[in-house]
């Protein structure tokens, strides 16, 4: 029988606050992460998209996170998309409480971004390249960062942003708390895992390669006026 919420150590009113959504045993990959998270163990897991694992990461970090100053958040979590930094951000809230949040990444405007960073945001979720941008224009240091994700790291390396990762968690705060999450833990999302993590435990669930499908794949060759007409 899978243990509760309660008996993994998630504190009484973010189990209440999941317990609202109808979130009441927790997914395979919570109940492995969350005893080793909170307690502040440094975590590399390896779990498909969609296996619960937000909440894996998500709950330490919001039972465990301190108050953040203006321009310095306590915790980071990376993610190689908007939409899926979206995604994280909009899990995260829905167990939050007083705990301050806020999402940054490219393709939208600034300003809604910078009043939240100014008023002090504890738990950043972040794309890299806004990030830096953020940090070049000295609107966020990450000095004051303890606890740090990286999700779906193996994306990440697909996408040419290891460097970039590296460059900020090089500027967090010494010895975080650093938990990686990838659908696959060798080349790069390795490497990561030696040089940035001490003596992580360890989690594999799922396939190894769960998101290879079959897939169907159909072209159209039309012209520039049709698109419209055709997509639709």
């Not at 969350?34 to 937000?54: E, F, N, Q, V």
């Not at 108050?67 to 829905?94: D, F």
Request: net charge negative; aromatic share 6%.
């Amino acid at each position: 029988m899978s243990p509760t919420f309660a008996q993994l150590g998630v504190p009484h009113h973010i189990g209440r606050a999941l317990a609202s959504r109808g979130i009441t045993e927790p997914f395979e990959i919570q109940a492995a992460v969350l005893a080793d998270a909170l307690a502040g163990h440094d975590i590399c897991g390896r779990a498909p998209t969609g296996s619960g694992k937000t909440l894996a990461f998500g709950i330490p970090i919001v039972a465990n996170v301190g108050r953040a100053q203006p321009h310095k958040p306590r915790a980071l979590v990376l993610a190689p998309t908007r939409e899926l930094a979206e995604q994280i951000m909009t899990e995260i809230r829905s167990f939050a409480g007083a705990v301050r949040t806020a999402v940054v990444y490219g393709g939208v405007g600034y300003d809604a971004q910078l009043r939240s960073l100014r008023k002090g945001v504890d738990v950043l979720v972040a794309c890299p390249g806004r990030l830096e941008d953020l940090i070049d224009r000295r609107e966020v240091s990450l000095s004051a960062v303890d606890r740090v994700v990286i999700d779906e790291a193996d994306r990440m390396a697909d996408m040419g942003f290891i460097p970039a990762v590296r460059r900020l968690l090089d500027q967090t705060g010494p010895n975080p708390q650093t938990m990686l999450f990838s659908a696959t833990l060798d080349g790069d999302v390795a490497s990561l895992t030696r040089d940035y993590q001490h003596r992580p435990v360890r989690y594999e669930i799922g396939e190894e390669t769960p998101d290879v499908v079959a897939a169907d794949h159909l072209f159209w060759n039309v012209s520039s006026t049709e698109r419209t007409e055709v997509a639709a």
